[in-house]
């Protein structure tokens, strides 16, 4: 049983909890949260014990969830590591690739286990996608087209995420998961393309192109949507046989001569507010996580090195955003 303590009690805090509730190789044993009246909350609502410091936490666990802003990713990855616990972290890695460095160092350095919880790639109609990709069973793949946008996260504990320094942006904090994905899909792109709208907030929405061999990507993403505009996750995936389609409705797979095919995928209702209301990718993030630290096999999906890497990309979309 993996005992595992969660740092932050903000949206994806809440999501993360829901999911070990859900998991019997895992238990939450607590919440360290900055602020000690939320925390208690948030523990009593969970049934968990509310730490009142993350060294309180640590000396009670096997493992780290750090579910707090993206300045502060380093400074508590590196705390954990070297107090010998597991660590999964919330995207993107870090503000910067030396940062990312730092954190996959000091698990190496104390023979702990690392993963970004990149969730996309396990959001089970991308997970598919990229099985038909892996397949060839449509053909190559063509052309792929990646949309997430909304309005400004306003959730965020002391709006950090309106603070460029904090967050990176909506390109790095919102944008990233389609960055991440194109990579996992297709690899490192040969030619990047980039331009965006560059706010008080940093590059707030993108546009990006990667040219491939025989592919092009195309994604669009951003936050600076106004009020109440409802929140876009979709994809245009077209292969030589046939194409794959999320977007305002159900994932589509349409094959030439055959009839247009609905895959079923199970919902796991989310409660933690925010724009997602299925958490099926988050719990299989986990899952994997857990089940891949507690048998000692390695991550095959998301590795320090693709979360470098997927950080280092999205970092040079924004250089070119703001050129």
Request: net charge negative.
């Amino acid at each position: 049983m993996l005992k595992v303590g969660l740092v932050g009690c903000g949206f994806m805090g809440s999501m993360h909890a829901n999911v070990y509730s859900a998991i019997d190789e895992a238990t939450l044993v607590g919440v360290f949260d900055a602020n000690q009246e939320k925390g208690k909350a948030f523990a009593e609502k969970h049934g968990i014990k509310a730490f009142a410091s993350f060294e309180e936490l640590l000396a009670e666990v096997d493992s780290v969830d750090i579910c707090l802003p993206t300045y502060l990713h380093k400074e508590f990855t590196v705390k954990a590591a070297n107090a010998k616990k597991h660590v999964l972290c919330e995207k993107p890695m870090a503000l910067t690739v030396a940062d990312a460095e730092a954190m996959k160092a000091a698990c190496e350095e104390n023979n702990v286990r690392l993963m970004i919880a990149h969730c996309i790639r396990f959001w089970p109609e991308y997970a598919m996608l990229k099985q038909i990709a892996l397949t060839g069973n449509l053909g190559d793949l063509l052309s792929i087209n990646m949309t997430r946008y909304g309005e400004f996260p306003h959730w965020g504990s002391d709006n950090w995420l309106a603070d460029e320094s904090k967050a990176g942006g909506g390109a790095l904090d919102m944008h990233i998961h389609d960055t991440d994905f194109a990579l996992y899909l297709l690899g490192a792109p040969k030619e990047v393309f980039s331009r965006g709208t560059v706010d008080e907030k940093g590059v707030s929405h993108i546009f990006s192109t990667f040219v491939y061999d025989k592919a092009v990507c195309h994604l669009e993403g951003g936050w600076n949507m106004p009020p109440q505009t409802p929140f876009k996750m979709a994809f245009r995936a077209v292969f030589e046989q046939g194409a794959v389609i999320m977007d305002g409705g159900p994932m589509t797979i349409y094959e030439k001569g055959k009839d247009p095919f609905v895959p079923e995928f199970p919902k796991m209702a989310a409660a933690g507010g925010g724009n997602i209301s299925d958490m099926g990718g988050y719990y299989h993030e986990i899952k994997h996580y857990v089940d891949r630290v507690t048998s000692g096999k390695p991550f095959d999906v998301t590795t320090p090195e693709t979360s470098i890497e997927s950080l280092q990309l999205t970092l040079r979309e924004i250089e070119l955003s703001k050129a």
